[in-house]
Structures are given as C-alpha cells and as structure tokens.
C-alpha cells in the first residue's frame, strides 16, 4: 500500500559534500590533475551547485560537510556535519536533519544542476524523486516523508554501478510514487570532468575552472 501523500510543499533542500582540499576530494582526477587542481575542480562544482540551489524555492537548505566552510559557501545555508559510518548511512542521517517533509539531497559533484532540473520536487504528487547518475549511481534523492530515509536507503551499497538501480527498488519496494528527474554525468574521471564542463550553464564556475586549467598546459 502506498503511503499517504502529503501536500504540495516546498521541499528542504540539502547538499552532502566534502571540504574540497587537497588529497581528500576528486582523488580520481590524479592524475592528470595535481592533488590541488583537483580540489579547484572539486570547490568549483561544490560552489556551482550551492549557488543553483539558492535559485531553487526552498524551505531550508542544509549544507551537511565533512569538514569546515570556507569562503566558497555563500549565504543562505545551515551547515551541518555529517554523520559517522557508511554513505548510506550519512545519507539517512542528512534526512533526519529535516523536521519535515518534502526533502532533497543532492551531491557535489554535478555541477550542471540547474534549477528548472528541480521544478517538480515536492509539488507534483509524488512520494519520491530519483535523479540517476550515467555511472549506474544516483545524484539526487527526495523524499517526502524524510523520517523514512534509513529504512530506504541504510544497507545499499553506494558506489558501485548497480547503487542507482538497488535504489530506485527499495523506493518501489516500499511503494513509493517515484518521479525520475533527468540522468547526469557525475565528475569522477578527467573524461568526465571534460563532458560535464562542456554541459554546464553559462556562468559556471567548475567550466571557467577547466578552460583555465587547459589553458596553463599550453
């Protein structure tokens, strides 16, 4: 039986994500990028996709950091840590953040999220929204009831090729009306970074970050 659908809302809208330093983020980007291009990169999609949400209707938006915040976070957010344990369980622990529903989590590493990406989350009926990943993994996820989150997403196995399909189940499993929101590339690999550069709005920072990345090799 499917659950009772809350009302059309304005969702919580949160960001999980990693100081970008060096070392500790886009560690698949070296090489060919130094430990400190990559953590450029990693501040560039981070900042890009901060700035996108604060041209998304929100109730709340959360940044939940492992780490600190630097002057790339711009106003308008609460800052959160996050969880201890695995991604599926930092991922259930941002959800509890949220003292109501409808809510989403997006990552850091799509920095060609737009807001019009976003339109229907929290208004168009549905009981959850699933944003899949070109990787076999997932960029976004909404729910509107958040208190469900670590029955639906705590024991799937993040990273892999298959986490976005054992997902996208576990919401249909539980019953769940899933709205699909588009398919991105994340920013994993260098081929990665080069295709989502050449997909983001005009305006981006993680672009501008790569042109001039290519251009000091020259």
């Known amino acids: 039986m499917s659950p009772r659908r809350t009302a059309p809302a304005t969702p919580t809208l949160l960001v999980i994500a990693k100081e970008p330093l060096p070392g500790r983020v886009k560690t698949r980007l070296t090489p060919p990028y130094t430990p400190q291009e990559a953590a450029a990169l990693a501040e560039a999609a981070l900042t890009d996709?901060?700035?996108?949400?604060?041209?998304?209707?929100?109730?709340?938006?959360?940044?939940?950091?492992?780490?600190?915040?630097?002057?790339?976070?711009?106003?308008?957010?609460?800052?959160?840590?996050?969880?201890?344990?695995?991604?599926?369980?930092?991922?259930?622990?941002?959800?509890?953040?949220?003292?109501?529903?409808?809510?989403?989590?997006?990552?850091?590493?799509?920095?060609?999220l737009t807001p019009g990406l976003l339109a229907g989350v929290g208004r168009d009926g549905h009981d959850a929204w699933f944003g899949p990943a070109a990787d076999g993994g997932f960029w976004a996820l909404g729910l509107a009831e958040p208190a469900r989150a670590g029955a639906l997403v705590t024991g799937v196995e993040m990273s892999t090729d298959r986490t976005g399909?054992?997902?996208?189940?576990?919401?249909?499993?539980?019953?769940?009306?899933?709205?699909?929101?588009?398919?991105?590339?994340?920013?994993?690999?260098?081929?990665?970074?080069?295709?989502?550069?050449?997909?983001?709005?005009?305006?981006?920072?993680?672009?501008?970050?790569?042109?001039?990345?290519?251009?000091?090799?020259?």
């Open 49 to 112: 996709t901060l700035h996108a949400l604060l041209r998304t209707p929100a109730r709340r938006r959360v940044l939940v950091l492992d780490g600190s915040p630097g002057a790339w976070l711009p106003s308008g957010y609460e800052v959160a840590p996050q969880a201890a344990g695995g991604l599926d369980e930092r991922i259930a622990a941002a959800f509890g953040l949220c003292d109501d529903g409808p809510a989403l989590l997006v990552g850091m590493d799509t920095p060609q």
């Open 165 to 218: 399909a054992v997902q996208r189940r576990r919401l249909a499993d539980a019953g769940l009306s899933v709205a699909t929101l588009p398919t991105l590339r994340d920013v994993d690999t260098a081929a990665d970074a080069a295709a989502v550069a050449a997909s983001c709005p005009p305006g981006s920072r993680f672009a501008a970050a790569m042109a001039a990345l290519a251009q000091a090799v020259r």
